[in-house]
């Protein structure tokens, strides 16, 4: 007999990404919201998850590359879409027949965004500048946006081009340091606008300068990981405490049961030891499915209702969980993490205990896991 649901699932909610879209939206108004969704929506599935959030009032989509981006189109998705990180011989074509919006990090994708438009659109792409501002990743150097936003502003005249959006990422390192990264960025708005762009959106603020910088919120914040649930900051903030649900439970089914005595040694290297006679369920995800072998003798599952710590070495499918005298049984429901409203561990508390952050313990679950979307149009 087939069993009632699969060996290992992460179960998506899909309710809970459309309302804390919505809530989010609320507390950032009058500013519009781009929904992240990027990475398969941080692990969440990148097409079920747009669609939650343009249920919850997002206005836009944003993903890091343009075949993200194309992948949404194709699922039927018609929102406004930003990609911002594309391969130095990335095909522009694609943006110019979908309409999809560019980000813009140097004078030759500026150039190679105007040739695919007159190429191959029906009209100009829109692009968003991008100014690095601090974070010293992509964007456009200070030293160079002068010359950028000339350059943009010619092929706007063209018709090549037409810059709908500037924007840059704060690096969130300390208050002075966001503060210096908008006083750079207003000055960035203020030379491109001299040079005759007209910009209709401006945005610097992810999730977590959303939340705690209301200066940055300009017309457009960027929310990604806190559309999921989760908290952006890593400082102890709990979901709850933001008005936040998280999305994704990751759960699996016992696989077996075994006995052992004081003493016997379970997984690789024997780096637990049975401190007495005890029970171990196996659990039949690893690190091949996104497991962090950090966890190791570190982590905690939900199994009947109480948390209970990994025994041992965390193996590439499957891990041990100490049961003590408890009772378990093959096929036992494994919450491995989920809402801790339900008494599971949560993203965040993964992350801790691997020395990692809730962005990672999502966005690594593997292909092996099948998502399954609950709620909204699933």
Do not use: C
Not at 96 to 112: D, K, V
């Amino acid at each position: 007999m087939s069993p009632a649901r699969p060996f290992r699932e992460a179960l998506i909610d899909l309710d809970a990404i459309e309302a804390n879209v919505r809530h989010l939206g609320e507390l950032v108004a009058p500013a519009e919201t781009m929904a992240v969704v990027k990475a398969n929506g941080y692990g969440h599935g990148a097409v079920d998850a747009a669609r939650a959030a343009l249920a919850g009032g997002a206005a836009r989509l944003g993903v890091a590359d343009l075949a993200e981006a194309v992948a949404l189109r194709e699922a039927g998705i018609d929102a406004p879409v930003l990609a911002w990180l594309h391969d130095p011989d990335a095909d522009f074509g694609p943006a110019a027949r979908l309409g999809i919006e560019l980000g813009i990090s140097s004078a030759a994708q500026l150039e190679r965004a105007a040739e695919a438009a007159l190429a191959e659109g029906p009209g100009p792409i829109g692009v968003h500048l991008k100014i690095d501002t601090g974070l010293s990743r992509n964007g456009i150097a200070a030293g160079d946006w002068a010359d950028a936003v000339a350059l943009a502003a010619r092929l706007e005249r063209a018709g090549g081009i037409r810059v709908t959006g500037i924007f840059s990422h704060l690096a969130n390192a300390s208050p002075e340091t966001d503060a210096a990264q908008l006083a750079a960025f207003d000055r960035a708005v203020d030379e491109a606008r001299a040079a005759g762009l007209a910009p209709e959106v401006r945005h610097i603020a992810a999730s977590a300068g959303a939340i705690g910088t209301p200066a940055a919120r300009y017309e457009l914040v960027r929310f990604g990981i806190s559309i999921y649930g989760l908290p952006p900051f890593g400082d102890g903030t709990t979901s709850a405490e933001l008005g936040l649900v998280p999305a994704m439970t990751l759960r699996g089914r016992v696989a077996a049961v075994r006995r052992v005595a004081a003493g016997a040694g379970a997984s690789y290297d024997h780096t637990w030891h049975a401190e007495r006679d005890t029970t171990l369920a196996l659990v039949p995800l690893g690190y091949a499915d996104g497991i962090p072998r950090h966890l190791s003798n570190r982590g905690e599952v939900l199994i009947g209702g109480r948390r209970r710590r990994i025994a041992g070495r965390v193996a590439m499918d499957q891990f041990l969980v100490d049961m003590g005298d408890d009772e378990v049984a093959v096929g036992d429901e494994v919450v491995l993490f989920g809402d801790p409203a339900t008494g599971a561990p949560s993203a965040e508390d993964w992350a801790e205990a691997a020395g990692t952050i809730g962005y990672e313990i999502v966005t690594r679950i593997g292909s092996r896991v099948p998502r399954t979307a609950v709620g909204g149009a699933a």
